[in-house]
Every structure is written in structure tokens, then in C-alpha cells.
């Protein structure tokens, strides 16, 4: 039997005290770039090692080299420039980016990244990125008429990078909306900007959708042109698989069945019964466990705990399938 139940992360992962103190050093110029690039690859290292042990089978580099999700791509597309600071979650703020001429990708932005963290192991590596649509709704637009007008170059600028790690030998390509249900009324628009970037890609897309209503997009969400789904349900406690009786899912799933905003660590029945719960509209060869999100605002050893969690849950209903599990 082919392997099943493969599991993942959403991304980001917590950034270890040394590097938490290197960025900071860095933003007031008592470090140089050198030595920041040194420690982050450092960690980036850390975490791919860390997964391996873990058992996960799908890695990622853990965005060491990353703040904000939207700031670090802004930072690195010509035509924006940055706003002011505006709350992100809890206490996290960020520079809000200003879109303020045409943009246009100078040099490609996360490839390096991927070839590095894919250079220490056989596992697959996902290439991680921010979709149009969420560049677009978490940035002020001041240089295109219209909204549609900015995602859409956007677009352009995100296929160039996703095409780029695909050439870089990225296997999976994950392009995350987190904004995507902001509002509702603009489905279209993301749809259509995402179309853009996936037009040419061979490797597996993955778009990862996390807190929000849902239920506001679905099952339009389901025309967004990618192959799989990454969905937070354990938060949700898995209410939004309610929808799948009325309008049949028909992507891959990855589906969230640790709950990352919680210091509580989840028993593995627990976890296994979310993966069980999804299997009842997903078939195994195209279901995907993990955490709900990204893993950011969790400690280090939180982080592999929870991870640890999915990888078991995942083990133990393999074995009630009679499946073969990932070596």
C-alpha cells in the first residue's frame, strides 16, 4: 500500500532565543547582515533536524529568516514602501506596507532559503509563500486604481518566485490566503490572482486558509486553483467538515488537528480522532495531518511537542488501516 497520512506543518516555527536576540541586535545596527544570515542558518538547520527526529514527512525551513509574513516579502518587491505600525495579534505589531509604485520582483526572494533547508535532507521541503490576495488586503494600495488591479500584478510578482523554487526542485509550493475571507465579496479576485501564480507549476500547490469564517467562502473556495486545502480545525473544534456534507470537498486537505494557540498539549487519541473525523470526507492517500497553524508564537520545545502529537496520531491510524508508515 502507498503511503498515507503524510504528515506536515503549516511553516513558521518559534525562533530560538539566540536568533530572537540577533534580530534585535540587528534592527538597532549592532550586528552585521553576515552574522545574522550565519544564526538564522543556523536555526534553519536546527529545525529541519528537529522534524527528522520528529518523524514528519513533508518538512519546511521554519521561516527563520522571516518576521512578518507580508513585511518580509514587502521588503523585498519594489514599489512598496513602509507604513506604520499597525496590531497584528495579541501583541505583535508590524510596519503595515504601503504599495506605492508598480511592483516588480528585483531578484528572487526565497529560493536560497529552499535550496539550503532542502540540502540537509531527503525529505521534501516545501517552498513557502504569501499569496496575492493577502499581500494585497494586509497592505494600503496607493499606486492601482482598483484592487483587482493590485492583486493581479502581485500576482506576476509571486508566480515569478513560485516558478523559480519549483526550478530550485520544490515538490510542494504552498501559497497561504490567509486573508482570503476578509471579504467575501472579493473570492473572485483571489481566485483569479492565484490563478496566475499556479498556471505553470507541476509541483503540488497548497494554499493554507486559517482563522475566520469560512464558512463565508465556502464552496467558492473551492474554484481556487491550487491542489490542496490547508484548513485550522481543531480550533474549530472540525465545525467547518460540517460544510462538506451539503457541498462535497474536492481538494487534498490538509487538515489542523493540534491547536497551536494553546499551551495545552493534546492527547494523541485526541488528534487521531480529529484525522479520523476527516477521513470521513477525504480518502487517506489525499489527507494531510498537522498543526492549525503556523508555530510561531510557540516555544521551541512546545513546538516539537505538538509536532510530536501529529506524527503519532498519524502512526496510530495508519495502523488501524493496515497502512505502511513513512520510514
Not at 540540502?119 to 488586503?137: F, W
Request: hydrophobic share 40%; proline share 5%.
Amino acid at each position: 500500500m502507498s503511503e498515507i497520512l503524510l504528515t506536515t506543518t503549516v511553516g513558521s516555527f518559534g525562533k530560538p532565543e539566540y536568533l530572537q536576540k540577533a534580530r534585535n541586535q540587528f534592527a538597532k545596527g549592532k550586528l552585521s547582515r553576515e552574522e545574522l544570515t550565519r544564526l538564522e542558518r543556523q536555526a534553519t538547520s536546527e529545525w529541519i533536524r528537529r522534524q527528522e527526529e520528529v518523524g514528519l514527512d513533508i518538512l519546511v525551513d521554519g521561516e527563520m529568516y522571516r518576521g512578518d509574513m507580508v513585511a518580509y516579502f514587502a521588503d523585498l518587491i519594489e514599489g512598496y514602501r513602509e507604513g506604520g505600525l499597525v496590531r497584528s495579534y495579541g501583541n505583535r505589531y508590524y510596519h503595515k506596507p504601503i504599495i506605492a509604485g508598480k511592483v516588480r520582483r528585483p531578484e528572487p526572494m526565497t529560493v536560497e532559503w529552499f535550496r539550503y533547508a532542502q540540502s540537509l535532507t531527503g525529505r521534501p521541503v516545501k517552498g513557502m509563500l504569501t499569496g496575492p490576495y493577502t499581500m494585497l488586503d494586509w497592505s494600503f494600495n496607493e499606486a492601482y486604481t482598483t484592487r483587482r488591479d493590485a492583486a493581479l500584478a502581485l500576482a506576476e510578482v509571486i508566480r515569478q518566485e513560485a516558478e523559480d523554487l519549483e526550478k530550485a526542485g520544490a515538490k510542494y509550493i504552498q501559497i497561504d490566503e490567509p486573508a482570503i475571507h476578509a471579504r467575501p465579496e472579493e473570492i473572485g479576485i483571489a481566485i483569479e490572482a492565484m490563478g496566475i501564480v499556479t498556471q505553470n507549476l507541476k509541483a503540488k500547490t497548497i494554499s493554507h486558509i486559517c482563522y475566520g469564517d469560512f464558512a463565508a467562502i465556502y464552496p467558492q473556495v473551492l474554484d481556487l486553483p491550487v491542489d490542496q486545502l490547508d484548513l485550522a480545525m481543531s480550533n474549530y473544534e472540525y465545525r467547518w467538515l460540517k460544510l462538506f456534507d451539503k457541498d462535497p470537498f474536492t481538494k487534498e486537505l490538509a487538515i489542523g488537528i493540534v491547536d497551536v494557540h494553546e499551551h495545552e498539549l493534546e492527547p494523541v487519541d485526541e488528534a487521531a480522532e480529529g484525522i479520523r473525523k476527516g477521513l470521513r470526507y477525504v480518502s487517506a492517500e489525499r489527507l494531510y495531518p498537522h498543526p492549525d497553524c503556523g508555530l510561531k508564537t510557540r516555544t521551541v520545545e512546545e513546538t516539537i511537542d505538538k509536532c510530536r502529537v501529529v506524527v503519532e496520531a498519524a502512526k496510530k491510524v495508519r495502523a488501524e488501516l493496515g497502512a505502511k508508515v513513512p520510514a
